[in-house]
């Protein structure tokens, strides 16, 4: 897939009333300063798209951003397992994303990121967890490969796939910074997204709904 053009469209405080932009969503998620927002700005080759910041913990909202016209939409969830944060407002995250992630009629995959340097915590296995007892798609991203050497990111790669129970070969490694990994993403992109043309054609031809998700 190519991305051609990107851009904000609202943020969002609470799940109770999720909008609707009448495309498919794929969210991206992870824990505070996994590095989402320049993910998305690396992606969408466009820096200044979601806000960076070096604190943990500045993704508060739902953050909706349109690529390609309203082709896709993405999804910035809040950062979670950020220490400085008072415990109910640990929870109001929990509970937005949770019911994001649970009421949204349009999301196609999750992009589960995880710091390469790092095992996975007990927050990140408890949102696979959860993803997985949902039934919810999803796709494991390796970031800040640029701290790592190759052969170190390829042992990484497989330790993680083995923490949390996936093939290695569905474990996307990348970097912001050197700019490695975008082309698979955007591959993997394209693969997601093309189930959603076909339902789109069959819908034309047959004059009926095609499936949600």
Known sequence: MKITNAAFLTSVSKSDNLPDFNAPEIAFAGKSNVGKSSFINFLTNNGKLARTSGDPGRTRLLNYFSVNGGELVFVDLPGYGFAKVAKSEKAKWGEMIEGYLVKSER????????????????????????LYHYNIPFTVIATKCDK?????????RREIASSIGVGVQNVFTVSALKKTGREEILDRIEALMTPVAVCEESEDENGEDAPAR
């Open 148 to 156: 790592l050497s190759k052969s170190q990111i390829n042992q990484r």
């Open 107 to 130: 999301l196609l995959n999750v992009f589960v990121l995880l710091d390469v340097r790092h095992e996975p915590t007990s927050d990140d296995k408890m949102l696979l967890n959860f």
